[in-house]
């Protein structure tokens, strides 16, 4: 199981998303968004905009699954926890 978030260094629901993540020792990628530069910035704004058609963070991707914030119990429910 593929496990990916986009967040802000700054955003508390990050925050909270990577504790629950690390909490349940799921192993996961993350893009901190606000400290990529240039292109590769753009680049992952764009990919954040087109699997939740905004800028809200965290976004989190496990597999095909878009979760938008930090949602507890969708995360445990995907993630099997």
Do not use: H
Request: contains cysteine.
């Amino acid at each position: 199981m593929a496990v990916k978030v986009f967040a802000l260094s700054t955003c508390p629901y990050c925050r909270m998303a990577r504790a629950y993540l690390d909490e349940n020792d799921v192993e996961y990628d993350v893009v901190e968004v606000d400290m990529l530069a240039g292109d590769e910035r753009s680049e992952a704004i764009d990919e954040v905009k087109a699997m939740s058609g905004g800028t809200s963070f965290p976004v989190v991707l496990v597999d095909e699954e878009v979760i938008i914030g930090f949602n507890k119990k969708r995360m445990k429910e995907l993630l099997d926890l």
